[in-house]
């Protein structure tokens, strides 16, 4: 490596913690704070939109979205985010982190407004906008994380490099906190605007056709924090790293970091040098260096997001047995969402936003390594204490304790794999291929988030067909999915000694990047 590109290079990993580290936390967090809230709020409002559009006359249960239906709402999304991971992630290294990171913001601002809007009235036409414009917008939450990610590990100094990346995903919990105060707050103007009776009181009359804007509000907001971050990100410089290492223009570089951060960098005339090494994605040599810290990444990003997105098919289940939501046809439409939203941001106030901040602190102290590895440890020993004695805990003198243990296991998840999965892959991968393989393993979590939210969802059906669910075959049962969830946990951890610790280390040193021009 170029003399003049290490003096750059050891600037920034030497540079003291500055204001602009926290403003370029602030302008990349906007982002997850955006992706949480558009990917989490459409929870809020399924059961409004099954109320809305699939009302059956004379039936005594309040509408509900059907099996495909419901599938399709809540996980095109995922699909779109997936899609959006790989494709941005090629991109932020062939065009460069800053030229994409401006495009996955526009389409998140663009699909946003345009997932509140509709085509038509009937149920078909509704749910059809809905999953295209949502489709497009997971593709836009896609591109923020390989591009997030990998301009803050770029940015940092190797001593708080874990803190600021992890401070950048942990903007998720605000998002999520977001939508359910957000939610609440709508649904409680709503209902004392327009009272309405509970379902079994007056079945129509109980969803007053107001309601329809509810859930079309709740989806837009999403639209207002990343557009209110759209200027700044547009004023970023590209990062010196991508500039210097890829782009091999270490001149711009030097000047672009001199801009924005307070380090000194020795202006030396820069002499024509012969270009490192290097090798793509598919060679030998990548398979050599990277494979295996690759199906590290790719492997524990699937096997959590498994775990976590099916955890939130028992929240429901949860909230109504320890009263936290009454029965359905106790409420009306818009007293629903409420009761649901305040249920959610209990759970996200006392579990996950904490446990996304103890990484934050700690990642830098006692490494991503062992975060990750006691996160999973953790997850599978709560997930088995709920799942053998399942019984046990359904009594309703137990439920109490069943909801500590399941906060526990979100907890143990932010405190643990979903923090670290994200941090790590932005660091332990060449420059030239760094947002490509961070999107690349983010891709392979949203894989695992479908099999997840999906999978589990026909999986955790009683094994009585007669007892399942409305249009859904018979299952192996809650206890039984659990179990499974506790194996995926245990895995996640074997997988996680294929990744290497970062922590304390230049990005070049863990990539070995300073070694290329001599192998």
Not at 46 to 66: C, D, N, Q
Not at 257 to 271: N, R, T, W
Not at 334 to 348: C, D, G, N
Not at 453 to 466: C, E, I, N, R, V
Request: positive net charge; glycine residues 8%; hydrophobic residues 50%.
């Amino acid at each position: 490596m170029a003399k003049e590109q290490l003096q750059v290079l050891d600037a920034l990993d030497s540079a003291k913690t500055q204001w602009y580290h926290f403003t370029a936390i602030v302008i990349a967090g906007m982002g997850f704070f955006t992706d949480a809230y558009d990917l989490f709020c459409i929870s809020l409002v399924t059961k409004l939109l099954g109320r809305i559009y699939y009302h059956v006359e004379g039936s005594a249960k309040p509408g509900s979205l059907p099996p495909n239906v419901s599938a399709a709402v809540n996980g095109v999304a995922l699909c779109g985010t997936l899609a959006g991971q790989v494709f941005f992630g090629w991109l932020g290294d062939k065009l460069g982190r800053k030229k994409v990171y401006g495009m996955t913001l526009m389409l998140m601002v663009i699909c946003s407004v345009a997932s509140g809007l509709s085509f038509g009235h009937t149920p078909k036409s509704v749910v059809s906008t809905l999953c295209f414009f949502r489709f497009w917008l997971g593709f836009g939450i896609g591109g923020d994380y390989p591009l997030s990610a990998t301009i803050m590990s770029e940015y940092a100094n190797k001593k708080t490099r874990g803190a600021f990346v992890a401070a950048v995903f942990a903007m998720q919990g605000f998002g999520i906190l977001a939508g359910g105060l957000f939610a609440m707050l709508m649904s409680a103007i709503f209902e004392a605007k327009f009272k309405a009776p509970a379902y079994e009181v007056d079945p129509t009359g109980s969803t007053v056709p107001q309601a329809d804007y509810l859930w079309r509000i709740i989806l837009m907001v999403g639209a207002l924090p990343a557009a209110l971050t759209y200027y700044s990100r547009s004023k970023m410089p590209e990062t010196a790293r991508y500039t210097a290492l890829v782009a091999n223009n270490v001149k711009q570089a030097t000047s672009d970091m001199s801009k924005v951060l307070q380090v000194d960098i020795e202006a030396e005339p820069v002499k024509p040098q012969e270009p490192a090494k290097s090798f793509g994605l598919f060679s030998k040599d990548f398979m050599r260096r990277h494979g295996l810290h690759l199906l590290g990444t790719t492997s524990t990003w699937f096997l959590l997001d498994i775990a976590f997105y099916s955890q939130n098919l028992f929240q429901k289940d949860i909230f109504s047995a320890i009263g936290w939501i009454p029965s359905a046809k106790t409420m009306n439409a818009v007293s629903e969402v409420y009761r649901i939203a305040r249920a959610q941001t209990l759970i996200a106030l006392c579990s996950t936003v904490p446990g996304y901040w103890f990484t934050v602190a700690l990642i830098d102290k006692i490494g991503r390594f062992a975060i990750q590895l006691m996160g999973f440890f953790f997850m599978t020993v709560f997930m088995f204490a709920l799942a053998f004695p399942y019984n046990y805990w359904t009594h309703k003198d137990h439920l109490i304790g069943f909801v500590v243990l399941y906060s526990l296991t979100f907890f143990f998840a932010n405190f643990g794999p979903n923090a670290t999965t994200f941090v790590v892959p932005a660091e332990i991968f060449p420059a030239r291929l760094r947002s490509t393989c961070h999107g690349i393993s983010a891709a392979a979590g949203k894989l695992g988030a479908m099999v997840g939210a999906f999978g589990f969802l026909y999986l955790a059906q009683p094994q009585d067909k007669t007892k399942a669910e409305a249009g859904f075959p018979a299952g192996i049962g809650v206890k039984n999915s659990l179990i499974v969830l506790g194996v995926v946990n245990f895995l996640g951890m074997l997988f996680t000694f294929f990744v290497p610790e970062s922590k304390g280390k230049s990005l070049e040193e863990i990539s070995g990047e300073t070694n290329e021009e001599r192998n």
